[in-house]
């Protein structure tokens, strides 16, 4: 988050710049967006792991990104995609679970992200990112995905994946909620917002059209696979209603509410993380 005097000046900025050069606030509501806070921001709840295996990514020609291998190689795969402004660090307490039940561990730092590069960072970069992922190391029992990385992934899911569960814990699915949250926080005026996600689309368009034809096209998918959600109802950044939409589209996928967990915390709980222990477990046929 920005800290209080950022937020201040950030307001000036904008109320000065739409009124004097709208185009320029466009582009500057752009780049903040899709330019991550603290990327490499560190989770004080984190727990100690074995020292993962490094190996590269490729996604675009001179791009890779950094990948983290935990485990046997001979044991079942779990990727683990983390959300904005994180690394896969955040999620520790997975990583810590599935190791100890014979689980081989995948994680990676997203474009821009802990230690992998890139010069810009956007929704259709990171279901890329999820994509080269899945291709780099074949199929997997589960993905276990957080906020923008559950955006990602359901949008990487609209040209099919190869994993035979879905994990994703308070993921984003309003695309504009979410922007239009971000413009109100940052006292940037909505109409300043609204040109911004088309300069968006436009700037990666043919990234963007590989999945959908807008916004919404983009987050519409038909991949059926079990799917199991957790959301708290006290998320303050991204609201329960955003994990209420996709069920209403994903009929078959399970919502489990926490109660007091926040957008972060969340993962940290010991309680959730054994929940999706015991879903990557059973067996399909016991899920019908």
Known sequence: ????????????????VSRIAPSLAVYSAHRLFHYPINSKRKNRNALPLPT?????????????????????????????????????RSMTHFTDLLLKNNYQVISYDALR??????????????????????????????????????????????????????????????????ADNFARHLGIPLHIVKEMRAYTWKHNKANFEKYGKDWDDIVTSDFHVPTLIYHDTEDREIPILHSQLLCQKWTWAELCPTHGLGHRTI??????????????????????
């Not at 590269?56 to 291998?69: A, F, K, M, S, V």
């Not at 990727?79 to 904005?84: D, E, N, Q, R």
Request: aromatic fraction near 10%; hydrophobic fraction near 45%; include cysteine.
């Open 267 to 288: 993962l940290d709980d010991n309680q959730v993380a054994k929940g999706i222990l015991t879903f990557i477990q059973k067996e399909n046929n016991e899920m019908e």
């Open 113 to 178: 992200h802990g230690d992998s590069h890139g010069s810009f960072s956007d929704l259709a970069s990171w279901a890329d990112s999820v994509r080269a992922a899945m291709a780099h190391v074949g199929e997997v029992e589960c993905i276990i995905a957080h906020s923008f990385g559950g955006a990602a992934v359901t949008v990487a899911s609209k040209l099919g994946l190869e994993t035979k569960k879905l994990a994703l814990i308070a993921p984003i699915h309003d695309i504009a909620a979410v």
């Open 52 to 88: 993962p295996e490094l190996f590269d990514i490729p996604l675009y020609e001179n791009i890779t990104l950094q990948g983290y291998r935990w485990g046997e190689k001979s044991h079942p795969k779990v990727l683990l995609v983390h959300g904005w402004s994180t690394t896969s």
């Open 1 to 16: 988050m920005h800290h209080p005097l950022q937020v201040k000046l950030i307001r000036f900025y904008f109320w000065l």
